[in-house]
């Protein structure tokens, strides 16, 4: 079953058009070790309609016994044995620690990376590749030549940034114009209803007067979101556990209890308001989320589908506000 009235965004001012929802391929190599259920999942994502999913060199390195590279070559095996390369749109990044020092945005590293990921992913061209990163190290337009170097090539199509601060992102758009090199198009920072200071104000500015589009990462809170963890029992013997705990609050919990009022509204999940809330908010382009099963997946997917009134955007704001307290915590 596809869906073909699914809406597409434009991504910046670039060609790439992209569903409402991106699958976060952080999954693979790490909750999703088996090739089939990888398959699966993947199968399931771009036969609804949905046509991006993000990864990058270094998933799923923080597992004992892998190197980085795993949800990449679990991506690439599916591309080859499905044939749906024409019909999905792939994200990658370069610049964490690979280990043996490889790491960064120097030219060399970022060309070294692009072929590598091109291996693993088993296709020609990275239709979004984005440096994972900032690097203090590296001058931004060395950076942008080497990505310059990779779209010539017809290895790469459009470039993003990720973690990028305000004045960062400002300066390579810059430097990007006066020198005629790539641009950004767009960024992914860390926004959820939970974490809203590390994206909202200068750098939702900068992103909006540039028009570079916004694909989120932890979009759901590593699942605090979904509601499934409301007491320190609800984290035992998780995979996220440890990821989650910082949520255990009050104002975490004020938040659910919204949620909870929503989604009870609307007949809908709270992990499927959480992402509406994001889809509502004119600055984001689609949010990445990760899932390890059809039905948890679907769930997701359904996101696309609930529209949110001023009344419960106004609702979730509120109750995800800062006091002053919690905004010189936080």
């Known amino acids: 079953m596809q869906t073909k009235s699914l809406e597409k965004r434009k991504l910046g001012n670039s060609s790439l058009e992209v569903a409402p929802l991106i699958f976060g391929g952080n999954v693979f190599g790490w909750t999703v070790k088996d090739e089939k259920a990888a398959s699966e999942l993947l199968n399931h994502f771009v036969d609804r309609g949905f046509n991006m999913i993000d990864t990058a060199d270094v ?20 591309l080859k044995q499905s044939g749906k390369r024409d019909r999905v749109l792939i994200a990658t990044k370069s610049g964490l620690d690979m280990g043996n ?34 690097d203090k190290e590296t001058p931004l337009e060395e950076t942008l030549e080497a990505y310059a170097e990779l779209i010539k090539a017809g290895k790469v199509r459009v470039i993003g940034a990720s973690n990028f601060q305000p004045a960062t992102l400002q300066s390579a758009l810059k430097i990007g114009r006066e020198k005629n090199l790539p641009r950004y198009e767009s960024l992914q920072p860390e926004y959820n209803l939970y974490v809203r200071n590390k994206f909202e104000g200068e750098l939702e500015r900068v992103c909006g007067e540039n028009h570079v589009g916004v694909i989120p990462y932890f979009s759901l809170a590593s699942g605090f979101l979904t509601g499934k963890y409301r007491t320190e029992k609800d984290l035992e013997n998780r995979s996220r556990g440890s990821r989650v705990q910082k949520y255990l609050n009050p104002r975490g919990l004020r938040i659910l209890a919204a949620l909870d009022e929503v989604s009870k509204q609307l007949n809908a999940t709270l992990a499927q308001v959480s992402l509406a809330w994001l889809l509502a908010k004119p600055a984001i382009t689609a ?22 009134d001023s009344a419960a955007v106004q609702k979730l704001d509120q109750a995800s506000a800062y006091s002053e307290e919690e905004r010189n915590a936080a």
């Open 101 to 134: 020092g490889r790491k960064g945005l120097s030219k060399k590293h970022i060309l070294q990376s692009a072929d590598e990921s091109l291996a693993r992913l088993q296709t020609d061209y990275i239709d979004l590749y984005q440096s994972h990163t900032e």
């Open 287 to 308: 949010p990445i989320a990760s899932a390890t099963s059809v039905k948890q997946l679907d769930e997701l997917l359904g996101a696309a589908r609930v529209k949110l």
């Open 59 to 78: 998933y799923s390195n923080w597992i004992p016994g892998n190197h980085g590279g795993e949800s990449e070559s679990m991506i690439g095996k599916w």
